[in-house]
C-alpha cells in the first residue's frame, strides 16, 4: 500500500513543488509581507522550496516578536521608518507619494513636528509622532499596518539646537510661514485624496497651536480629517467629565470649570463640553459662559491688555469683581467645581489649590492632564492625600496606586487619547466616512465613559483600564458606528447588525497564515514521506 501511495503522491508532490518553488517559494522570502522567516513550518519549507534555505530551527511566532522588539529599540533613526515631505517639494507631492510601497493607504498621520509634546519644535524630528500614533491604530484597534502612512512635513525648525547640530536631519532653515506653508498642505491633502480615496483618514498631530485650529476649521468639512491634540484629547477628558457626574450626580451642565492653560487642548475639552450641554439643552452663550480660562498671563476676560486669539474670545468673558494674579487667586474667586490643566507647565496645582478645591466642593474634580509626568500639574497622591480622598483625578501621565493613611487605596485613571482615536478611526475607516465632525468625538466620549464599571469608579478610576484598550476600542467604534448610520453619514452598506462582531472579524490578524492549498491538509507524519 505505501509504494503504491508513493507513486501517486510522489509525481503530484514534485509537480506542485515545482509551481511553487517557481512562483512562490523565492517571492515569499523576499517580500516583507510574505516572509514568515524561522516560522515556516517543515511541510510549508519542502513543499515551497524552501528547505535548506532557512536554520533548521522552527520558531513559534512569539520567539519572533520578542526578537523584532529587541531588534526595533535599538532603532532610533527615523529616517527607517517614515515618508518624508519637505517644502522643497511643493509641486512633486503627487510624485512622491507614488514612491511608498503600499497603494491600499486608508489611514494617515502627519506632522510638522512644531509642537512635540514636552519637547517643543523637533523638525524633521518629529517623525516619531506619527510612526507611534499609528502603532496605536494597530495595537489599540486592530487597524492594518499596511493600510497606514505616517507623514512628516519639514518645513523647517526654530530650534536653534538643531539649526546649529550638523548631523540634523532636516532642512536648515527658519519654519517657512509664508504662502508656501498653506500651498503645501493643500497640495498634500489634495494628493492623498487623489491617490487613496476621497474617504481617506488623515490625522493632524502636533501642529502648533495656530496652524492647527486654522488647518482643522479649513479641512473639516472638505475631508476626512481630525486633530487629535484637540478633538482626541477633548474627548477623553469630556468622557472623564461624564463618568465624573455619576459620582457626584450633578449634570455636566451645573459644573464650572476653570482651565489652566488656553490652547489646543484647553479649546478643545471646552467646544466638547459645550456641545454635550447644547445636547441637554442649554444654550450655547450659557454653556461658554461655564468656562473659565487661565493662560500665562493670568485669567482670560475681556478687555484685559494681554492678546486674546480669535479662537479664545468665546471663553473671555466680563471681568468678575476681583482679578488676581495667580491661579490660586482665580480659583477663590471663581469657586469652580473643576479645575483642567493642560498648560504642560508642571506643579502648578500647588497644595493651597488643591486645599482650595477641597473645601469649595465636597467632591472637587481635579484633572491633571499634562504630559509627561514631570510636565503634570499635580500628582495623583497629592490630589488624593490634600483633598482626604474626596477628589475626583485623572491625568495624562500613568500614576501608582494611591494608600490613604486609613487604608483606602485609589487607583488613578489615565486619560490616554488612545481610549479615543483609534477606535473612532476603525469606525471611520470601515464604514467608509466622508467627513468627521464634533458630535462622532462626543459619541466617542459617551461611549468610553459608558464601559467604565461601578467598582472602577469606587477604586477612584475615571477610566476602563488601559489593559482592555483593544475592547474599549471595538465597543467605542461600534456605538459611533450606531450614530454614523443613525444620521445618514456612514458609505458602507448593508449596515451590519451586529456591530461588534463586524469589527471584531474585520481586525487586523497577527497570525500566520498557512500558504499551502487544502491539497495539503494531511496528517503531520506525512512529513515523514521522502520528497523528491
Given at each position: 500500500m505505501l509504494s503504491r501511495f508513493n507513486l501517486v503522491v510522489r509525481p503530484c508532490i514534485y509537480m506542485c513543488r515545482c509551481v511553487h518553488t517557481k512562483e512562490k517559494g523565492k517571492p515569499l522570502m523576499l517580500s516583507p509581507r510574505t516572509n514568515k522567516g524561522m516560522a515556516f513550518t517543515l511541510r510549508e519549507r519542502q513543499i515551497l522550496g524552501l528547505h535548506g534555505l532557512l536554520p533548521p530551527k522552527i520558531e513559534t511566532q512569539?520567539?519572533?516578536?520578542?526578537?523584532?522588539?529587541?531588534?526595533?529599540?535599538?532603532?532610533?533613526?527615523?529616517?527607517?521608518?517614515?515618508?518624508?515631505?519637505?517644502?522643497?517639494?511643493?509641486?512633486?507631492?503627487?510624485?512622491?507619494?507614488?514612491?511608498?510601497?503600499?497603494t491600499?493607504?486608508?489611514?494617515?498621520?502627519?506632522?510638522?513636528?512644531?509642537?512635540?509634546?514636552?519637547?517643543?519644535?523637533?523638525?524633521?524630528?518629529?517623525?516619531?509622532?506619527?510612526?507611534?500614533?499609528?502603532?496605536?491604530?494597530?495595537?489599540?484597534?486592530?487597524?492594518?499596518?499596511?493600510?497606514?502612512?505616517?507623514?512628516?512635513?519639514?518645513?523647517?525648525t526654530d530650534n536653534e539646537m538643531l539649526l546649529k547640530d550638523p548631523f540634523y536631519m532636516g532642512l536648515y532653515q527658519k519654519r517657512d510661514r509664508?504662502?508656501?506653508?498653506?500651498?503645501?498642505?493643500?497640495?498634500?491633502?489634495?494628493?492623498?485624496?487623489?491617490?487613496?480615496?476621497?474617504?481617506?483618514?488623515?490625522?493632524?498631530?502636533?501642529?502648533?497651536?495656530?496652524?492647527?485650529?486654522?488647518?482643522?476649521?479649513?479641512?473639516?468639512?472638505?475631508?476626512?480629517?481630525?486633530?487629535?491634540?484637540?478633538?482626541?484629547?477633548?474627548?477623553?477628558?469630556?468622557?472623564?467629565?461624564?463618568?465624573?457626574?455619576?459620582?457626584?450626580?450633578?449634570?455636566?451642565?451645573?459644573?464650572?470649570?476653570?482651565?489652566?492653560g488656553a490652547g489646543e487642548a484647553a479649546l478643545g475639552i471646552a467646544g466638547l463640553m459645550v456641545l454635550a450641554m447644547k445636547e441637554a439643552g442649554m444654550p450655547e452663550k450659557e454653556?461658554?459662559?461655564?468656562?473659565?480660562?487661565?493662560?500665562?498671563?493670568?485669567?482670560?476676560?475681556?478687555?484685559?491688555?494681554?492678546?486674546?486669539?480669535?479662537?479664545?474670545?468665546?471663553?473671555?468673558?466680563?471681568?468678575?469683581?476681583?482679578?488676581?494674579?495667580?491661579?490660586?487667586?482665580?480659583?477663590?474667586?471663581?469657586?469652580?467645581?473643576?479645575?483642567?490643566?493642560?498648560a504642560g507647565a508642571g506643579r502648578l496645582f500647588t497644595k493651597e489649590v488643591i486645599s482650595a478645591m477641597g473645601s469649595i466642593n465636597e467632591r472637587p474634580i481635579i484633572f491633571a492632564l499634562s504630559n509627561p509626568t514631570d510636565k503634570a500639574e499635580c500628582t495623583a497622591d497629592e490630589a488624593y492625600t490634600l483633598t482626604e480622598g474626596r477628589c475626583l483625578f485623572a491625568s495624562g501621565s500613568p500614576f501608582r496606586p494611591v494608600t490613604l493613611p486609613d487604608g483606602r487605596v485609589f487607583y488613578p485613571g489615565q486619560g490616554n487619547n488612545a481610549y479615543i482615536f483609534p477606535g473612532v478611526a476603525l469606525a471611520v475607516i470601515l464604514i467608509g466616512v466622508r467627513n468627521i465632525t464634533s458630535q462622532i468625538f462626543l459619541e466617542a466620549a459617551k461611549a468610553l465613559a459608558e464601559q467604565v464599571t461601578n467598582d472602577e469608579l469606587a477604586q477612584g478610576s475615571l477610566y476602563p483600564p488601559l489593559s482592555?484598550?483593544?475592547?474599549?476600542?471595538?465597543?467605542t467604534a461600534s456605538k459611533v458606528t450606531e450614530y454614523l448610520y443613525a444620521n445618514n453619514l456612514a458609505f458602507e452598506f448593508p449596515e451590519p447588525k451586529d456591530k461588534e462582531g463586524f469589527f471584531l472579524s474585520r481586525v487586523w490578524k497577527t497570525d500566520y497564515e498557512s500558504f499551502l492549498p487544502d491539497i495539503y491538509d494531511w496528517p503531520e507524519s506525512a512529513t515523514k514521506l521522502p520528497i523528491l
Open positions: 512569539d520567539i519572533q516578536a520578542l526578537r523584532f522588539k529587541n531588534h526595533i529599540e535599538k532603532v532610533h533613526d527615523p529616517l527607517m521608518k517614515g515618508l518624508f515631505l519637505s517644502i522643497m517639494d511643493k509641486g512633486h507631492i503627487k510624485s512622491i507619494l507614488d514612491n511608498w510601497p503600499d491600499n493607504v486608508k489611514a494617515v498621520v502627519v506632522t510638522d513636528g512644531e509642537r512635540i509634546l514636552g519637547l517643543g519644535d523637533l523638525g524633521a524630528y518629529g517623525m516619531g509622532i506619527p510612526v507611534g500614533k499609528l502603532c496605536l491604530y494597530t495595537t489599540c484597534a486592530g487597524i492594518d499596518p499596511r493600510t497606514c502612512l505616517p507623514v512628516c512635513i519639514d518645513v523647517g509664508s504662502h508656501h506653508y498653506d500651498e503645501l498642505l493643500d497640495e498634500f491633502m489634495e494628493a492623498v485624496v487623489t491617490k487613496y480615496g476621497r474617504n481617506t483618514l488623515i490625522q493632524f498631530e502636533d501642529f502648533g497651536n495656530k496652524n492647527a485650529f486654522r488647518l482643522l476649521k479649513k479641512y473639516q468639512e472638505t475631508y476626512c480629517t481630525f486633530n487629535d491634540d484637540i478633538q482626541g484629547t477633548a474627548a477623553v477628558a469630556l468622557a472623564g467629565l461624564l463618568s465624573a457626574q455619576r459620582v457626584t450626580n450633578k449634570p455636566i451642565s451645573e459644573h464650572k470649570c476653570l482651565f489652566l454653556a461658554q459662559n461655564k468656562i473659565w480660562m487661565f493662560d500665562k498671563h493670568g485669567l482670560l476676560y475681556q478687555g484685559r491688555s494681554e492678546p486674546i486669539e480669535d479662537h479664545q474670545e468665546a471663553y473671555a468673558h466680563p471681568a468678575p469683581d476681583q482679578i488676581g494674579k495667580t491661579f490660586l487667586d482665580a480659583v477663590n474667586i471663581l469657586q469652580p467645581t473643576a479645575i483642567i490643566g493642560v482592555k484598550i483593544r475592547e474599549v476600542s471595538i465597543k
